[in-house]
T-cell receptor
Framework: GENVEQHPSTLSVQEGDSAVIKCTYS??????FPWYKQELGKRPQLIID?????GEKKDQRIAVTLNKTAKHFSLHITETQPEDSAVYFC?????????????FGKGTRLSVIA | GAVVSQHPSRVICKSGTSVKIECRSL??????MFWYRQFPKQSLMLMAT?????????EQGVEKDKFLINHASLTLSTLTVTSAHPEDSSFYIC?????????????FGPGTRLTVL
């Protein structure tokens, strides 16, 4: 089955700096890679996702890159703000009938220091 | 986006009792829902895949007789933690994908925090 590794487990950055979180996956059949942000005690919220037919996707301060050959994908947050502080999870799944669950990385606790 | 609700949001029970958690898709029909468990400061671990009208598929190491899943309709899946013990205390979250949508987005419920005394 799929295995997703995520690094780093914790990340502290100064406000305004960029933050990068990296993930690798093992199953070459995986073709959907979402990123979720989870604040304490709340549900994970989708912030950006990418499919395997695209190498990069950007939404304002957030971007995701995908390298299918190397089986890794990364989240980039630019101009970080204190409200970006949360736990971020990457995930992977192979889309077939829509019944495929997401496999999550272990998460990265991001702290943005004002 | 699609909305998934869960009830209750928080429950405290005595050891040995059973607790039922409901997961509803509010504005779409979900033939499949997923149940995850999240311990403090850990990731979301898939427990089982709930399939409408058929048996749930459990992940390795998850006891199907302890975590009963019923997906009786296209908008409701329930997870019952039977004979709960303190080690079952956790944050339980369901998710569902809107099959009519053009994306693979899975929407999460708000979660249920279970505390077993």
């Amino acid at each position: 089955g799929e295995n997703v590794e995520q690094h780093p487990s914790t990340l502290s950055v100064q406000e305004g700096d960029s933050a990068v979180i990296k993930c690798t996956y093992s199953d070459s059949a995986s073709n959907y890679f979402p990123w979720y942000k989870q604040e304490l005690g709340k549900r994970p919220q989708l912030i950006i996702d990418i499919r395997s037919n695209v190498g990069e996707k950007k939404d304002q301060r957030i971007a995701v890159t995908l390298n299918k050959t190397a089986k890794h994908f990364s989240l980039h947050i630019t101009e970080t703000q204190p409200e970006d502080s949360a736990v971020y999870f990457c995930a992977a799944s192979a889309r077939n009938s829509g019944n495929t669950p997401l496999v999550f990385g272990k998460g990265t606790r991001l702290s943005v220091i004002a | 986006g699609a909305v998934v609700s869960q009830h209750p949001s928080r429950v405290i029970c005595k050891s040995g009792t059973s607790v039922k958690i409901e997961c509803r898709s509010l504005d779409f029909q979900a033939t499949t829902m997923f149940w995850y468990r999240q311990f403090p400061k850990q990731s979301l671990m898939l427990m089982a895949t709930s399939n409408e009208g058929s048996k749930a598929t459990y992940e390795q190491g998850v006891e199907k007789d302890k975590f009963l899943i019923n997906h009786a309709s296209l908008t409701l899946s329930t997870l019952t933690v039977t004979s709960a013990h303190p080690e079952d205390s956790s944050f339980y979250i369901c998710s569902a994908r809107d099959p009519s949508g053009s994306t693979d987005t899975q929407y999460f419920g708000p979660g249920t925090r279970l505390t077993v005394l």
